[in-house]
């Protein structure tokens, strides 16, 4: 029973990636999803949220560059992160927040 990430990797500034968050073991069907990062030597800060009925909530320092959907029957969330700058470099990890259950994260590096 796990949450598992995938599609971080180094991008040049400007460009754009499409994370991937997978439930292994169980469904997240009827479950509120967030994706959150860690830059380094910081906390943990939310970006944002998809409930179970496709609403959708960001933090503001997102505006409008980053965009997370769902498939509830692939049991899959999705962040799309555009433009990235620099600052946009640390760890991201999916929440699974009705569980309270966290993946273990997808390194996402734009050089700066």
């Known amino acids: 029973v796990e949450l598992i990430e995938s599609g971080g990797r180094s991008v040049q500034p400007g460009g754009s990636l499409r994370l991937s968050c997978v439930a292994s073991g169980y469904s997240t069907r009827f479950s509120d999803m967030a994706w959150y990062r860690q830059v380094p030597g910081k906390q943990r800060d939310w970006i944002g949220t998809i409930t179970n009925i496709h609403r959708t909530s960001y933090a503001d320092f997102v505006r409008g560059r980053f965009t997370i959907s769902r498939d509830r029957d692939q049991n899959a969330v999705w962040l799309q992160l555009n433009d990235l700058k620099s600052d946009d470099t640390g760890v991201y990890y999916c929440?699974?927040?009705?569980?309270?259950?966290w993946g273990r994260g997808t390194q996402v590096t734009v050089p700066g």
């Open positions: 929440n699974d927040v009705d569980l309270h259950r």
